[in-house]
């Protein structure tokens, strides 16, 4: 039976993941949430799904994950957890961003190193994109372009250790950070990533990559 973790699972995107492989035959769903409490539609939803609280800005909760982990495997991992930054410090939001998902893999990666499909994906957005030019003022898109940076510095040592890793522009998604004026339907986004993600090659490993497997600009 194959086995997904999905980082920040609680709704939007990370949700439609969850969904998404709970659904799938043979599929065995771990998901984190920062509230066990309150889990809101992820708690709800059927199959073979395992709930895990997780604050990604969390040493401690990070270890408890991994040691739930520790003698067992993880063929995929997906990281969706990051924030918009409205009314956060910009010290936060790149720590969140771009330095937590590198934490948490790393964590895990022993997990993933004894799965069968031994696979990551990396949320990140179109603005992080420099295309060439400066870094993008904007701190959210600062903070992509970080985690897009660190993706490849840290990328050919993962696949020395056999791991495939892709990062993902997910498309302009009607979730709340998506915004009003998004159009793409989360589960479309989700439906073309996971496609994406199951044909993943080594010769794709380490591409910027929008939803529908078609390469982006860094």
Same mark, same amino acid.
């Given at each position: 039976?194959?086995?997904?973790?999905?980082?920040?699972?609680?709704?939007?995107?990370?949700?439609?993941?969850?969904?998404?492989?709970?659904?799938?035959?043979? *599929?065995?769903?771990?998901?984190?949430?920062?509230?066990?409490?309150?889990?809101?539609?992820?708690?709800?939803?059927?199959?073979?799904?395992?709930?895990?609280?997780?604050?990604?800005?969390?040493?401690?909760? /990070?270890?408890?994950?991994?040691?739930?982990?520790?003698?067992?495997?993880?063929?995929?991992?997906?990281?969706?957890?990051?924030?918009?930054?409205?009314?956060?410090?910009?010290?936060?939001?790149?720590? /969140?961003?771009?330095?937590?998902?590198?934490?948490?893999?790393?964590?895990?990666?022993?997990?993933?190193?004894?799965?069968?499909?031994?696979? /990551?994906?990396?949320?990140?957005?179109?603005?992080?994109?420099?295309?060439?030019?400066?870094?993008?003022?904007?701190?959210?898109?600062?903070?992509?372009?970080?985690?897009?940076?660190?993706?490849?510095?840290?990328?050919?040592? *993962?696949?020395?250790?056999?791991?495939?890793?892709?990062?993902?522009?997910?498309? *302009?998604?009607?979730?709340?950070?998506?915004?009003?004026?998004?159009?793409?339907?989360?589960?479309?986004?989700?439906?073309?990533?996971?496609?994406?993600?199951?044909?993943?090659?080594?010769?794709?490993?380490?591409?910027?990559?929008? *939803?529908?497997?078609?390469?982006?600009?860094?």
């Amino acid at each position: 039976m194959p086995s997904v973790m999905i980082i920040g699972a609680s709704r939007g995107i990370g949700l439609g993941f969850v969904q998404a492989y709970a659904a799938a035959d043979g *599929w065995e769903v771990h998901a984190t949430t920062r509230t066990l409490n309150a889990p809101g539609e992820l708690g709800e939803v059927p199959g073979d799904v395992t709930l895990y609280e997780l604050d990604v800005v969390d040493a401690g909760q /990070i270890n408890r994950l991994a040691m739930a982990f520790e003698d067992r495997a993880l063929d995929l991992l997906i990281h969706n957890a990051g924030v918009y930054g409205t009314n956060m410090s910009r010290d936060l939001v790149l720590t /969140i961003n771009a330095e937590a998902p590198f934490y948490v893999i790393s964590a895990l990666m022993p997990a993933i190193e004894r799965g069968q499909e031994k696979k /990551i994906a990396i949320l990140s957005s179109q603005m992080g994109a420099r295309n060439g030019g400066p870094t993008p003022a904007n701190v959210y898109g600062a903070s992509k372009a970080a985690l897009n940076d660190r993706f490849r510095e840290v990328e050919p040592e *993962w696949r020395d250790r056999g791991v495939k890793s892709v990062i993902f522009h997910p498309g *302009w998604v009607q979730t709340e950070m998506g915004g009003a004026g998004a159009t793409l339907p989360v589960a479309d986004s989700v439906r073309g990533m996971r496609q994406v993600i199951g044909g993943l090659r080594s010769d794709v490993s380490g591409k910027f990559l929008d *939803w529908q497997g078609k390469e982006h600009s860094w």
